[in-house]
């Protein structure tokens, strides 16, 4: 049997260093301003969650287990016992909610993971009135438009425009004209996040890795040879630091999968840029503390 891939930090920032077109990567820590909660560290945080049983016989997720994973993220990331009061922390019961989601037909986010992510908001005391899950026609959604708190969620998938759907470009639909931001493999997505409609609203990100897609030809490319079943779920508050995991994770599978170093192409400069350009975050993985939890086989990270 073939022996799975880990991608090195060496690897990854060699790669990384190509995307950014020679500029010096990584320098910039995480530091979301107005952040007080006790998560923010001189390392950011982020927490990888697997479970082989979250996908179903026929390869729908289980809403029961999305829930669970849902919930041993929160937890560890807030270093609190009870989930409820997690999310009692990132939300105020005045907070007007919009969970971003993605409903690409070929793998959305997925009815499970809003439901989930609705149901923690709920629980926290914020009424239905105020809440929202959308991604479409948003600018258009009064729940987004006067949105105090906002929930990232999408999965992660290779992209013809900016290498890989993130959790970054997953904001792309706060804007009347997307694509302006195609430009340079969509370098500058991160400009986005400074949008008085999204800029500091945003409490979790949310990257759903159940059958991520590690590569595609063309628009809007999907090949279930290139789908796999991965049963993951990324978590964080910094998107830069949770979609660098994602990459790492995709680069990984290529690798494997091809037999050889095959970087994404487009590269996914937009995340590396987000840091070293936009200060949006951290891509640097010595400057993130992964914490990796549940089904441990064929991680790739």
């Keep these: 049997m073939k022996q799975k891939s880990i991608i090195s930090r060496r690897e990854f920032l060699k790669n990384a260093s190509k995307t950014a ?37 026929s390869v729908k997720p289980d809403y029961r287990v999305v829930l669970d994973m849902l919930d041993k993220g929160i937890t560890t990331l807030i270093g609190e016992k009870n989930p409820v ?7 105020k019961k005045d907070d007007i909610v919009g969970i ?39 600018l258009r959604n009064t729940i987004f438009k006067n949105a105090t708190a906002l ?8 992209h013809h425009w900016s290498g890989v759907g993130s959790l970054i470009k997953n904001y792309i639909m706060f804007v009347p ?25 945003t409490r979790l990100n949310v990257l759903v890795m159940f059958t991520p897609q590690f590569h595609g030809k063309g628009p809007h490319s999907f090949n279930p040879k290139y789908v796999w079943k991965y049963y993951g779920m990324i978590m964080g508050f910094d998107p830069v630091a949770v979609d660098s995991i994602g990459v790492r994770i995709l680069q990984a599978k290529r690798k494997d999968f091809f037999g050889e170093e095959r970087p994404l192409n487009p590269p996914p400069k937009h995340v590396f ?5 936009h200060n949006l975050g951290t891509a640097d993985p010595d ?5 990796k939890l549940g089904y441990q086989e064929d991680i790739l990270i």
Excluded at 120 to 134: K, M, Q, S
Excluded at 287 to 291: Q, V
């Design 287 to 291: 400057k993130i503390k992964l914490i």
């Design 100 to 138: 971003k989601s993605n409903v690409w037909k070929y793998i959305p986010t997925t009815s499970q993971v809003e439901n989930a992510i609705k149901k923690r908001v709920l629980d926290a005391g914020i009424p239905e009135n105020r809440i929202g899950v959308g991604d479409r026609g948003i």
């Design 177 to 201: 004209r997307p694509w302006d931001y195609h430009d340079d493999s969509c370098a500058d997505l991160a400009t986005i996040w400074k949008l008085p409609i999204v800029k500091d609203k």
């Design 21 to 57: 077109m020679g500029s010096a990567l990584f320098l910039t820590p995480f530091a979301k301003k107005g952040m007080t909660h006790e998560h923010v560290r001189q390392k950011t945080t982020v927490v990888l969650v697997r479970n082989k049983a979250v996908l179903n016989a």
């Design 273 to 277: 840029l987000a840091d070293t350009r």
């Design 85 to 91: 009061q997690c999310w009692k922390k990132l939300l």
């Design 151 to 158: 929930i990232n969620a999408r999965p992660m998938r290779s």
